[in-house]
């Protein structure tokens, strides 16, 4: 009979978009953050990144022209996108990506 594997608590961790990238990319506390992880071993986790300063920054200028809300909404998510690819681009090219268990996607790995 096959032992059955223990799942893995579920985290979810809220990095502030203005911590990632608080005027620039801040990489040497991603990094610390991977190494971090690399520490939880018996967690599974879910980032979530936010817009921070970069979309509070770009939200000024463009208000200056534009009030539509659905506009600055999609500015607002894609703001988001930006700073979570970085922290995962981060994550899946250093150390932390080959020691946590993650899901394959294609050569892409969620973690």
């Given at each position: 009979m096959k032992s059955?594997?223990?799942?893995?608590?579920?985290?979810?961790?809220?990095?502030?978009?203005?911590?990632?990238n608080p005027g620039k990319l801040n990489i040497p506390l991603i990094k610390k953050f991977g190494n971090l992880l690399i520490g939880l071993k018996t967690y599974k986790f879910g980032v979530i990144v936010g817009g921070g300063k970069l979309y509070r920054d770009v939200l000024d200028e463009v208000l200056k022209y534009c009030k539509d809300k659905k506009s600055l909404d999609w500015i607002g998510i894609h703001c988001t996108r930006v700073n979570a690819q970085c922290v995962f681009c981060l994550l899946y090219t250093s150390d932390a990506a080959d020691e946590l268990d993650g899901v394959d996607l294609g050569g892409r790995r969620i973690i």
């Open positions: 059955m594997k223990k799942a893995k608590e579920a985290v979810v961790i809220s990095l502030g978009g203005s911590v990632v």
